[in-house]
């Protein structure tokens, strides 16, 4: 389906294909994929292993690039980008959160949440203030002095947030965010991505759990590096009966 432009799209991702070169062997990871995902959207990229789920999100996040096709954020094409206009982009546009929660072992919850800040040579007072927001935000001012060591998982995972939120991001992408969580603290931190979506953010979760998913209003299934299925949900999670494709007019 040719899928029109709309003055609300934050990213319009067309015909992408992605090939890898594995020994003598080419894997197309992605095959012709097409979606556009609005601002404010909260918006499931579902997919079993092998789905090309991993690589859209690489793309979605600037760390790869696509074989064909183009992908525009924010009305940039990013295929047409320097490697640092795409640095400045993965620093100010996206949010990252990680399955892994990628945190400094021995730097507290403020420093971990001012690592983008300090990339971008943000001044130590307005670090410390905006850091302090953002950790106020996902519920964990009482924790900014504690290490990674000293926090439960899911503080770990709500530090990880905090610093995606901090330089006021375009974008939340959130890789498998509950992977390494149990199913209560998985909750709660979907919980946390669903007020932020009230919010206005707008957020993107890879995942291959259904109850995940669920969380969010829109799924994207992938299957063998295509779209499959891509639906609304309503309030309730269930599939809201359309005859047309949600990311077009």
Avoid: W
């Avoid at 197309?28 to 995902?37: E, H, N, Q, T, Y």
């Avoid at 400045?88 to 919850?109: C, H, K, M, S, W």
């Avoid at 979907?190 to 206005?200: A, I, K």
């Avoid at 953010?201 to 291959?208: A, E, L, M, S």
């Amino acid at each position: 389906m040719t899928q029109s432009i709309k003055e609300n799209d934050l990213i319009s991702v067309q015909n992408l294909e992605k090939t890898y070169q594995m020994g003598t062997e080419q894997v197309r990871a992605l095959r012709g994929v097409s979606v556009k995902i609005g601002r404010g959207e909260y918006v499931s990229i579902m997919g079993q292993s092998g789905s090309g789920k991993s690589t859209l999100m690489n793309i979605l996040g600037c760390l790869d690039t696509p074989s064909n096709g183009t992908y525009e954020l924010n009305g940039k094409r990013v295929s047409e980008l320097s490697d640092d206009e795409l640095a400045f982009i993965r620093n100010r546009e996206i949010g990252f959160v990680f399955q892994t929660f990628n945190l400094l072992p021995r730097a507290d919850a403020l420093h971990n949440v001012e690592l983008p800040l300090i990339y971008r040579g943000i001044g130590s007072k307005e670090r410390r203030e905006r850091s302090m927001t953002a950790l106020a935000s996902v519920g964990l001012e009482d924790r900014v002095h504690h290490k990674p060591n000293e926090m439960s998982g899911g503080q770990r995972q709500r530090v990880a947030i905090a610093r995606a939120l901090v330089n006021h991001p375009s974008i939340i992408l959130a890789d498998e965010p509950t992977g390494n969580l149990d199913s209560k603290t998985g909750e709660e931190i979907m919980e946390v991505f669903d007020h932020l979506n009230v919010e206005g953010h707008t957020i993107i979760v890879v995942t291959h759990e259904e109850h995940i998913a669920k969380h969010s209003h829109r799924i994207v299934r992938l299957r063998d590096g295509q779209v499959e299925e891509d639906i609304l949900l309503s309030k309730n999670g269930y599939p809201i009966e359309s005859d047309t494709d949600p990311s077009a007019e």
